[in-house]
């Protein structure tokens, strides 16, 4: 039976790209590593920022909020969960709950987003009147709220990509020649005073494979089902299904090609838009009214933007992050 | 013979093992990659070098979709 290269208990994992063997506390000392490297590199975090961390209720949002509590004093930041509840039926209604009992375990503040209740339409009845596709529509709703959030309470907001994510984003920006798309996914997304929070991800080099190992050691409360909106023979689930077989027959090539990404952050094209202020809610839009409240215009008559930047400043007093 | 119950679908089959077989040998017959799926042994994972011997195992694939 292989034993932990580190103090010989049974491995439960194999690395191969160390050539390592680790028993489960020595695999999560692995991971958690891996995170404090990418925080200092790329200098995500110091003492006195506020983190918001997006949870969503799935493994990859539950390991960035247990690596975050656990590294919390180490670099002096302040932190707290954001969960959107989507209203996408019993998969939402399952995810806020693994939330719940999550940030309970990690003894995380905890700020809920109710998309039904605060916009008067939940994800699928967004979808289905705009007549447009469901996941469009989500990260729409969802980028919004994470940057209305971030900017009143001046805090960085943290997503749970992992190394996978980038990678195969990066990869379908390639292969759809959406070149300025490709380095989105940076270690971090400066801000903009005033109009944009800044983005950091703090799994950039965890491999999805070591998310879930690391969610299943540590005992993270998260639900296991999918969206139901998820599509496995989607171009991005397709392009992670090839690089991992890359990746089986040389070990590391994934490792290889973030840090280089994060080097080369700047020598793709820009997005030809400028950052201006939203006419109706003041965040970030590429000219005029801003995609958010130009979509809530549409379904409900009036821009909703100004009344989800006022529920972020309540939660955010709360917290007393205001 | 290994009894594999794949996760998240649930579905069930049976391999035929020689052996000496690894878990990685296992995930082959199965057409699966080692870096996107994690194998349980009394639902603990067991690292894609080691030995397989009859039973039963859960097969779990890590990718989430897109
Ligand atoms: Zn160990
Ligand atoms: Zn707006």
């Not at chain 1, 903009?192 to 080099?205: D, K, M, N, T």
Request: proline content about 5%; some cysteine; hydrophobic content about 40%.
């Amino acid at each position: 039976m292989a034993k932990c290269s580190i103090c010989g208990k049974p491995a439960i994992a194999y690395v191969p790209y160390q050539r390592r063997y680790y028993c489960a506390e020595h695999f999560a000392d692995h991971v958690l590593s891996k995170v404090r490297r990418t925080l200092r590199k790329y200098r995500l975090v110091g003492g006195g920022d506020r983190v918001l961390a997006a949870v969503s209720g799935g493994k990859d949002s539950a390991v960035l909020l247990d690596v975050l509590a656990r590294l919390k004093r180490e670099f002096g930041y302040q932190l707290a969960a954001l969960h959107i509840d989507l209203g996408i039926g019993e998969y939402s209604v399952e995810s806020r709950r693994a939330v719940e009992s999550l940030v309970r375990d990690l003894g995380v503040p905890l700020i809920v987003f109710p998309v039904k209740e605060a916009l008067g339409y939940s994800i699928p009845e967004m979808a289905m009147r705009l007549r447009r596709p469901a996941c469009s529509v989500c990260g729409m709703v969802k980028r919004y709220i994470y940057n209305a959030f971030g900017v009143e309470g001046r805090a960085k907001v943290a997503t749970g990509h992992n190394a996978d994510d980038i990678m195969s984003f990066a990869l379908k920006g390639f292969i759809t020649q959406d070149l300025s798309s490709i380095p989105k996914l940076a270690p971090r997304t400066p801000g903009i005073e005033g109009l944009a929070a800044e983005r950091i991800r703090p799994l950039y080099s965890v491999y999805e494979k070591e998310s879930y190992l690391y969610a299943l050691v540590r005992g993270l409360p998260h639900y296991h089902q999918e969206c139901p909106h998820a599509r496995l023979t989607s171009l991005e689930f397709r392009i992670k299904e090839m690089i991992n077989r890359l990746e089986e027959e040389r070990p590391g090539l994934k490792l290889g090609f973030l840090s280089k990404h994060a080097k080369n952050a700047n020598q793709y094209p820009r997005e030809r838009w400028e950052p201006s202020p939203c006419s109706s809610c003041g965040l970030l839009s590429s000219g005029g009214e801003c995609s958010f409240c130009r979509t809530t215009r549409r379904l409900r008559g009036e821009p909703l933007g100004r009344s989800v930047r006022e529920y972020a400043r309540a939660q955010l007093e709360r917290l007393g992050w205001m | 013979m290994v009894r594999v119950k794949l996760l998240p679908e649930g579905k069930v089959v049976e391999v035929d093992l020689q052996e000496g077989d690894t878990v990685r040998d296992l995930l082959r017959a199965l057409g699966l990659s080692s870096e996107t799926h994690v194998v349980l042994v009394g639902g603990t994972p067991v690292p894609e070098t080691e030995k397989i011997g009859a039973g039963e195992v859960v097969v779990v694939r890590v990718l989430s979709g897109g």
